[in-house]
Every structure is written in C-alpha cells, then in structure tokens.
C-alpha cells in the first residue's frame, strides 16, 4: 500500500485531531457519501482512542502512527502502529448488544465499531511494535 | 458542540448539536448530569443536530440513562437519523431505548 498520508504523534489526546485529519483528508478525495466518511472517521477515532488509553498504561505515553492508503481502488486502508503492550484488539470477544441498560457495560462499543465497519482487519505483532490494519470499503454502504 | 435544553410541562429536552466525540463528549455530560441533578424525571434528548457520535458519545448517553433508571426516571431520544442511527443500530442502543420521530410526538408521548 502507497502512503497518502503519514503521521506519528505522542499517543495523547491532544494528538487526537490532528490524527484523525489526516484520515480524514485522503478519505475525503476518495469517497462521495458523507455517511461513509464518517464510517471512516469512527474507524479511525474508535482505534486510536484504544491505543491512546491502554497502550502505554502505567508510563509516560510512546508514538503512535497512522498511514492511510487505497488498495486496489477498493479499499481506503488505515494502519495504526504503536509501541505499547502487546494487544490484539481483535481478539476481544463482542460486547452482549441485547443487555438492558442497567447490565450494559460501558466499554467496549469502540472495538466492536472497528469490527463492524471494516472487512478483513488485521492484527499483528511486529519487532516490538502493535500493527493494526482497518480496511474499509470505499463504496458500501455499511452492512446492517 | 452545545446542548441547549428546555422545559415543556414535566419533560426536559435537550437538543445536542454538534459532534459527541472523545474531545467534545466530556460537555455534554456536563449538562446532562446537571439536569438530572435538578431532579428531572423526564428526558428527551433530541439528536436533530448531531452531526457524529462515536462510542465515547454512547457511553455519555448509557451514564445517564442508567442515573435515570435508578431514580424511576425516563429518558428517550427523538430524531434519529443518518450516520446517529447507524451507530445506534449497530450499539444495540437502538432496541434499548424508546426512539421517537420527532419531539413532537415524543412530548404527545411523554407528557401525558
């Protein structure tokens, strides 16, 4: 995957914008529908958000990076990296979506936003770093 | 971002505009918990103007809905749509809560 852009901050939420933008401006030159841009922007929010408050839990916060791309003309790609503490996001089981309110944790939506709206993520541990790639179709309109 | 509320007989409606995100969500669940902590008993929180709600935005609204239930109390929302809907339907949030069409018959509703 070609780059379109490239960004590495300390993972704070300071940095959380300027991230985001920069997402935000390649989705905006490869998608027509305002509905899946902002599919797009939660995708990127939900997970780095996630390595923003648990990555480097207990020490002073590392980098994070986040590149975006196009694949095959299908596909606007986001790769997160972070050097935190091994956590494949992925594995975290669903959260129970038919609990009533009083039982509904109140974490665990974000992870399973990242899921719904990408197809085929892909998580893994690399020379010390967390890579975590979040394919989101270009053209669908979210599978409901 | 901003929350602008008023009163029609006993139901408090709270209008969000703007986006409920990880930087801005923080304010709305200023206001909204000042309003429950002047004892209000009914809430509709109309989401017309929300232009974005991602999981943090969510977990705002379950806080306060689960103040509200402990206190006997109702909370709903009115105007759901687009990308807000969305993220309600994938939540699970959608069948949770009493979504209306408008704050018209939601208040036909409510404040009886």
Known sequence: MKALSDVTTRATLDNLGVLIDSVRSV?????????????????????????????????????????????????????????????????????????????RPTGGLGIHFMKRLTDGAVYRREGGRNILELPVRLDAPTDM | ?????????????????????????????????????????KLLIDLDGLDYISSAGLRTLLATAKRMKQRSGIMAFANLKGHAKEVFEISGFYSLFTVYDSVESALEQLGR
């Not at chain 1, 299908?74 to 091994?86: A, F, K, M, T, Y």
Request: include cysteine; proline fraction near 6%.
């Open chain 1, 27 to 103: 989705a905006k030159e490869c998608i027509a529908s305002p509905r899946r841009l902002l599919d797009v922007e939660l995708v990127a929010e939900e997970a780095l958000v996630n390595v923003i408050s648990h990555a480097y839990q207990g020490g002073p916060a590392g980098e994070v990076r986040i590149r975006c791309g196009i694949r095959d003309r299908r596909w606007l790609v986001i790769e997160i990296v972070d050097s935190g503490v091994p956590f494949d996001v992925l594995s975290v089981p669903p959260p129970d979506l038919d609990a009533p309110v009083m039982e």
């Open chain 2, 1 to 41: 971002m901003k929350v602008e509320t008023k009163k029609e007989n006993e139901v408090t409606v709270a209008t969000v505009i703007g986006r409920m995100d990880a930087l801005t969500t923080s304010e709305v669940e200023r206001t909204l918990m000042s309003l429950l902590d002047q004892g209000e008993m």
